[in-house]
């Protein structure tokens, strides 16, 4: 079979060798996969990439040395079952699953291994019992959205949220654009999305969010307090201290950048006792001053992923129009096409997700 390849720093098109199914088992056609911003990492960041999966658990067991297929937002159909493996579902039914699979009794990732090749390339070895059937005749380029929508819905779920609160949305690429999906589907208003780019933000307002605002023109953080201060608002510490006239509403600030330095800047700009949730996948050793939470009281909050119950959940979203993840698809490729789309996928003006057709 075809797939998209990284050898050696690069992405080529090459031949790899068919899945070999096992019991439990079953092989899929690659229908369409999103590229990743982890994926770009990967890419061009390889051995810090596997060293630091390495120091974190073995999270990704990827040999940088060797060639891997990348590709862990997809969605495929049924082809045929491995060996006595009920055919639970009819060959060409659509599907999603989490990106991993079963051999025998060990779980192995999809997108990131050496040894099982993941959307980019033209079929996958699925566990059937992760198999979810695409309902509503969703086209599967919106259903491969499912994990990048996960990934936001899992952080809004995370964070404890109260219809008071007023979150603050720092970033607006995919994962930040995920999480103001998610936090429209909880009905939690006003959404206040932060990002220089003007493409990001006029994303931001399709997905939902209420209030966008360009941090080089004018502070987010401020921003939020004008928007959660209440009218006889009195911000004197005596007044606090007894508790006197109205509160300012919670602050929930969503971390989605994922770069060194956001996250001392968030602390700083934040209000008291202000909710902090880490989205934003970073790589690179960071540094902040821990006096300013600790002044101020700050919950800072790491999160990652997805539960299954998630993952399923948000299938739904999208099957019944509750997000709308078209605005979101800024492009799609083939996999001779693949390598220019990791090089464009640095302009967030041009792009903000680009779908892998692994058949054109």
């Given at each position: ?7 050696k ?44 999966a ?59 291994s ?24 969703l ?107 109205p ?13 060194p ?76 096409g ?15 997700k ?7």
């Amino acid at each position: 079979m075809r797939a998209a390849v990284l050898r050696k720093g690069s992405i080529v098109v090459d031949t790899v060798p068919d899945p070999v199914l096992e019991q439990g088992q079953v092989l899929v056609r690659s229908m369409a996969c999103g590229i990743c911003g982890s994926d770009l990492h990967a890419a061009k960041f390889t051995r810090q990439f596997v060293d630091l999966a390495a120091r974190t658990g073995g999270r990704w067991g990827m040999d940088p040395d060797r060639d891997v297929v990348f590709g862990h937002e997809f969605c495929c159909e049924v082809v045929e079952y491995g060996p006595n493996t009920p055919a639970r579902l009819k060959p060409g039914t659509p599907v999603v699953s989490m990106p991993l699979t079963l051999s025998g009794q060990t779980v192995q990732g999809i997108g990131y291994s050496n040894d099982i090749a993941g959307g980019f390339a033209q079929y996958m070895p699925l566990a059937d019992r992760m198999l979810l059937p695409v309902p509503n005749g969703l086209s599967p380029v919106h259903a491969a959205l499912t994990e990048p929508i996960a990934v936001g819905w899992h952080a809004v779920q995370s964070a404890r949220l109260d219809q008071d609160d007023v979150p603050l949305v720092v970033g607006c690429g995919p994962v930040g654009l995920a999480v103001i999906a998610g936090l429209a589907i909880r009905g939690v208003h006003p959404i206040i999305a932060a990002d220089y780019s003007p493409a990001r933000r006029a994303l931001a307002l399709k997905m939902g969010a209420d209030i966008v605002v360009n941090p080089a023109a004018a502070s987010p953080y401020e921003t939020w307090k004008t928007t959660a201060t209440p009218d006889g608002f009195d911000g004197s510490r005596y007044a606090q201290l007894f508790g006197l006239g109205p509160k300012l509403r919670p602050a929930v600030i969503f971390e989605c950048v994922g770069v060194p330095g956001v996250i001392q800047q968030i602390m700083e700009g934040a209000p008291a006792s202000a909710r902090i949730v880490v989205v934003g996948v970073c790589m690179e050793t960071d540094r902040f001053e821990p006096f300013f939470g600790i002044v101020k009281q700050l919950n800072v909050q790491f999160v990652l992923a997805y539960t299954k119950e998630e993952f399923a959940e948000s299938l739904s979203h999208i099957a019944e129009g509750r997000v709308n993840v078209a605005p979101l698809v800024t492009g799609t490729v083939g996999l001779d096409g693949v390598s220019v789309a990791f090089a464009e996928l640095g302009n967030p003006e041009k792009h903000a997700k680009i779908i892998v057709d692994p058949w054109t």
